[in-house]
Nanobody, 131 residues
Framework: QVQLVESGGGLVQAGGSLRLSCAAS????????LGWFRQAPGKEREFVAA????????YYVDSVKGRFTISRDNAKNTVYLQMNSLKPEDTAYYYC????????????????????????WGQGTQVTVSS
């Protein structure tokens, strides 16, 4: 079992940047596909970005393409979400999630976009973007 702890959230002006980190403990992160999701008040939790265990493929929701970058550092047991050109509509609670793909990484691209497919979740970190 793996435990996930997010950090790096905060208040930033529109156009600014933040880097979220998600540190894992309990198990090596290298066996997991990883995702970032977000939830704004009164809305469903939505997919933001994901990265396969190998790190070779990444996925993004259209609204963040070209602005956000997901990356992983297995040596540090950490996954990151670099967020640039932030907009007020990016305001939400951000969660990282892990899917154990050690025995199989043959899932479809769309598989990583669905929150119900992830096994473990962090507690989240708040990101607020002021206009």
């Amino acid at each position: 079992q793996v435990q996930l702890v997010e950090s790096g959230g905060g208040l930033v002006q529109a156009g600014g940047s933040l880097r979220l980190s998600c540190a894992a403990s309990g198990r090596t992160l290298s066996r997991y596909g990883l995702g970032w999701f977000r939830q704004a008040p009164g809305k469903e939790r939505e997919f933001v970005a994901a990265i396969r265990r190998s790190g070779g493929r990444t996925y993004y929701v259209d609204s963040v393409k070209g602005r956000f970058t997901i990356s992983r550092d297995n040596a540090k047991n950490t996954v990151y979400l670099q967020m640039n050109s932030l907009k007020p509509e990016d305001t939400a609670y951000y969660y990282c999630a892990a899917k154990d793909t050690y025995y199989s990484d043959s899932y479809s691209d769309s598989y990583y976009r669905r929150r119900e497919n992830y096994d473990y979740w962090g507690q989240g970190t708040q990101v607020t973007v002021s206009s």
